[in-house]
């Protein structure tokens, strides 16, 4: 079965600290892989999208990697802000599907 | 450009009633999704329109149904809610259901069903 499996289910951590955020899936073949930023009481909206060649993409502050050997991700935030606690959400892409398999999501809140 | 929007926000519903979730897009893409999203659980997918005139089943269908009269619109019906239907439920929109377009959400409707 198709599952994606993020870690922690969440993290407290600092203003200015990095942080990484864990996924493992087991989604065999893929298309892609994205992750999601949801702040509370909003809809989730795309960070970075890999394919499964690529094994990192960078977006600001945010940077995601890829091992399709080992069918992980991690997204790494560097020098987190107030602005930066919300759920991240890992999405698989099955290849050939049309139906993205969701992780739980972490939950990330950055203290001042 | 409002990209998707949902309506109600938020709903309380005495189980039984008849409720219908308003979804709206504004960037003519042809695919559409509805999906609900529970504590401790990833989204999951509802139905699903490819086009315009055309609806699928995902991953928990039953109790809701759809319809895809145009573009722009996908409502999301409850005949008869029950309490297990208490959800924040999400619509979201993409150029093609293919995998690799991106999936933009709405913000929500929080769904209560007592």
């Known amino acids: 079965k198709n599952q994606v499996e993020q870690s922690p289910q969440s993290l407290i951590i600092l203003e200015g600290k990095n942080c990484t955020l864990q996924?493992?899936?087991?989604?065999?073949?893929?298309?892609?892989l994205r992750w999601y930023k949801q702040d509370t009481g909003r809809g989730p909206v795309s960070l970075t999208i890999?394919?499964?060649?690529?094994n990192t993409k960078s977006n600001g502050r945010y940077t995601a990697t890829l091992d399709a050997d080992t069918k992980q991700s991690s997204l790494h935030i560097t020098a987190s802000q107030l602005s930066d606690s919300a759920s991240y959400i890992c999405?698989?892409?099955?290849?050939?599907?049309?139906?993205?398999?969701f992780g739980a999501g972490t939950i990330l809140r950055v203290k001042s | 450009i409002a990209g998707i929007t949902q309506a109600p926000t938020s709903q309380i519903l005495a189980a039984g009633r008849r409720m219908t979730l308003r979804c709206t897009q504004d960037m003519r893409h042809n695919a559409m999704y509805w999906y609900r999203q529970d504590l401790g659980l990833g989204l999951r997918l509802i139905h699903y329109s490819n086009t315009a005139g055309t609806t699928g089943k995902g991953e928990v269908p039953d109790g809701y149904s759809v319809s895809r009269a145009n573009t722009d619109d996908f409502p999301l019906t409850l005949a008869s809610a029950v309490p297990s239907q208490t959800s924040v439920y999400f619509c979201a929109s993409s150029e093609e259901t293919s995998g690799g377009h991106e999936q933009f959400f709405g913000p929500g409707t929080r769904l209560t069903v007592l």
């Open positions: 996924c493992n899936y087991t989604v065999s073949p893929f298309s892609n």
């Open positions: 999405v698989v892409s099955p290849r050939g599907g049309n139906k993205l398999v």
């Open positions: 890999m394919t499964f060649s690529e």
